[in-house]
């Protein structure tokens, strides 16, 4: 759902928790990355010693985000994803209130999940949601993901719960001001242009996506995002 990509960052702290110390260059080398399941188990291992660790704690609830935005997996595997991944986020915000990752992950989550089982539109979990986004952009006011993520929840409620196409419209343009290669923020901007018919604006923000390179190790869900922004050129440039 609202996505940032942090797996080098993991998989360096990982590794350097087995006692594997190596360079953030040197992770370029690495032929084959573990698979997020892989980095789960281990973060898994070391939970018991890192229990009063906020840092450790908002790695964990990232690795659970990326599980649960795997579109191949079971429903049910993925909500219990969302599910630990909010516990994890919510033990960093008990450990450090003022971290603002803490307060991304926590929504990131709780919103993914509840978006996943049609509960997104509940005013309970609305007023949630945009507690800690708001906290998180109160404590960051240029962290990507949470503008992301408030733009997107502006965009998608309706008026009476919140919703607000002009404020939808600049905290995503924000996201990608912020962060140029936001490949999923850039995604939604171009489709909440068409979805103002501005064709010409989401085609700029689509071409801008494909003109970077992509990074080989770049994650499945930014492959996919960039593959779904090539089909939607695909269809702006047929006559």
Same mark, same amino acid.
């Given at each position: 759902m609202f996505r940032r990509?942090?797996?080098?960052?993991? @998989?360096?702290?990982?590794?350097?928790?087995? #006692?594997?110390?190596? *360079? %953030?260059?040197a992770v370029d080398e690495v032929s084959a990355e573990p698979s997020l399941q892989d980095i789960l188990k281990q973060l898994l291992v070391q939970k018991d010693q890192h229990a009063s660790d906020s840092s450790f704690h908002v790695r964990l609830a990232d690795v659970?985000?990326?599980?649960g935005d795997d579109p191949a997996g079971e429903q049910?595997?993925?909500k219990a994803f969302y599910d630990e991944g909010a516990q994890a986020a919510k033990q960093?915000?008990?450990l450090q209130e003022q971290n603002a990752d803490?307060?991304?992950?926590?929504?990131?989550? @709780?919103?993914?999940g509840a978006q996943l089982t #049609?509960?997104?539109? *509940? %005013?309970?979990?609305?007023?949630?949601?945009?507690?800690?986004?708001d906290r998180a952009l109160l404590l960051n006011p240029n962290h990507a993901a949470a503008l992301h993520?408030?733009?997107m929840m502006l965009e998608e409620l309706p008026w009476v719960l919140g919703g607000d196409a002009d404020g939808a419209l600049a905290h995503l343009k924000r996201a990608v001001a912020v962060k140029p290669d936001y490949v999923h923020a850039r995604l939604d901007l171009a489709k909440v242009y068409l979805k103002r018919k501005d064709q010409a604006a989401a085609q700029k923000e689509?071409?801008?996506?494909?003109?970077?390179?992509?990074?080989?190790?770049?994650?499945?869900g930014e492959r996919r995002h960039r593959e779904e922004a090539q089909r939607l050129l695909n269809t702006l440039k047929k006559p």
């Amino acid at each position: 759902m609202f996505r940032r990509t942090t797996v080098h960052l993991i @998989l360096i702290l990982v590794l350097i928790g087995m #006692g594997q110390a190596i *360079s %953030a260059g040197a992770v370029d080398e690495v032929s084959a990355e573990p698979s997020l399941q892989d980095i789960l188990k281990q973060l898994l291992v070391q939970k018991d010693q890192h229990a009063s660790d906020s840092s450790f704690h908002v790695r964990l609830a990232d690795v659970y985000l990326d599980l649960g935005d795997d579109p191949a997996g079971e429903q049910s595997a993925r909500k219990a994803f969302y599910d630990e991944g909010a516990q994890a986020a919510k033990q960093a915000i008990d450990l450090q209130e003022q971290n603002a990752d803490a307060h991304y992950l926590y929504a990131a989550n @709780l919103g993914s999940g509840a978006q996943l089982t #049609g509960l997104m539109a *509940s %005013a309970f979990t609305v007023k949630e949601l945009k507690q800690h986004v708001d906290r998180a952009l109160l404590l960051n006011p240029n962290h990507a993901a949470a503008l992301h993520m408030k733009g997107m929840m502006l965009e998608e409620l309706p008026w009476v719960l919140g919703g607000d196409a002009d404020g939808a419209l600049a905290h995503l343009k924000r996201a990608v001001a912020v962060k140029p290669d936001y490949v999923h923020a850039r995604l939604d901007l171009a489709k909440v242009y068409l979805k103002r018919k501005d064709q010409a604006a989401a085609q700029k923000e689509l071409d801008a996506i494909l003109s970077r390179p992509l990074n080989p190790t770049a994650s499945a869900g930014e492959r996919r995002h960039r593959e779904e922004a090539q089909r939607l050129l695909n269809t702006l440039k047929k006559p």
